[in-house]
């Protein structure tokens, strides 16, 4: 994997911004590689922000762990994509987010089986009667999670990508911060 040169020009970053363009950067490295069938490069780079988001007690960890896996899984790597998948599984019920586990749960183990490993799709397939209590003791430290608009509303479309990272957009697994706008799930940016 090739390493990027993030710096701006020679300046000193101010306040802070130019750490976070650097990340959103990466993120949107990483959905291009992983577009782009480059599995086991696209694989670590999420690897990558996975564990820096885990180490912050990001709550959009489990997204980077779960991008991971299937790059993992898409290279063939299957014990290393399950591990990678279940890693954000596990973070994402400690964070209390068992209703986000749930819907990507349905949505990964589609996607699973049409790469034919029907015993990993079945695994993750599992995750939707997942509890919080089924996981093993925290070992970071608990982010509140976000509120969510209730869901009988009738939403408006969402683009596929965000525009700011390339992410994908799955309007049934977005947090909803109006009745317009969505948050990206990997770079917190407003979605219209």
Known sequence: MRRRNLSFGGRRPLG??????????QIAEAHRLLEQ??????????????NIAASRNGPRAPRFFWQAGRAALYARQVTRGLT??????????????????????ARLSAEIQSLGMPVAAEQVAAWAGTRPQDVPPPELIEPAAPARLPVEKQRPALPLHCPSCGAP??????????????????CGSPVR
């Open 16 to 25: 802070g911004i130019a750490p976070r363009l650097a990340f959103e950067e």
């Open 37 to 50: 069938g480059h599995y086991p490069e696209a694989a670590a780079l999420f690897e990558q922000l996975a």
């Open 84 to 105: 990678l998948l279940e890693r954000g599984r596990a973070i994402a019920l400690q964070q209390g987010r068992a209703d986000l586990v749930a819907q990507v749960a």
């Open 169 to 186: 957009i799955h309007p049934d697994e977005v947090d909803w911060l109006d009745d317009h706008t969505a948050e990206c799930g990997y």
